[in-house]
Structure formats: C-alpha cells, structure tokens
C-alpha cells in the first residue's frame, strides 16, 4: 500500500490548481454578459408566475360562477318565507 504525507498530497493539489487557474482567463465582459442573462431569467420567472397567479384567479372565478349559477332557482326550505319572522321559529312576534 502506497502511504503519502497528507501535507505533501495538500501541497501538490495546491500546485495543480494554481498552474490550473494561471491558464482560465475571463473574457472582459463576462461579468455583464451573466449579469444580463441572469436578469432576464429573474424577469421570465416572474412573468411566469404571474400569469400563473391570473390562470388560477381567473379559473376560481369561473368555477365560483358556475357553481352559483348551478343553484336550484326556486326557493328552498331555508329561504321558504314560512317562519314567523325574525330569530327562531316560535319564538317571534305573535307566538
């Protein structure tokens, strides 16, 4: 088994990354350029969500119209008018 110093092995990767990054040269403007990419993909992002937003407002809305609209349109017994007014029946004027 080939045993190595740890600090030897630090000391090497530290010198390939070193001659590594001595070679990577950034163009001039990368800065801006990633900047700008990274702009618009905030702006599409926010886009998305909301139409997202309006896609889900709009579809409660519609399916809220259609429920109301699929109510019976003759009275039901709550709303029959056969209580004796206000509060619970029984229990109003004249009982």
Known sequence: MNHTDPDRTERELTEALAALAQGVRA????????RGEWLRR???RRL???VLIAV???LATLIGLWVLNQAPSEPGVIFSG???GPGLPGHGPGA
Not at 27 to 34: K, N, Q, V
Request: aromatic fraction near 10%.
């Open 27 to 34: 163009a001039p403007d990368a800065y801006r350029t990633a």
């Open 42 to 44: 905030e702006r599409r």
């Open 48 to 50: 998305v969500l909301a």
């Open 56 to 58: 889900v407002f709009a």
């Open 82 to 84: 056969l209580g004796t």
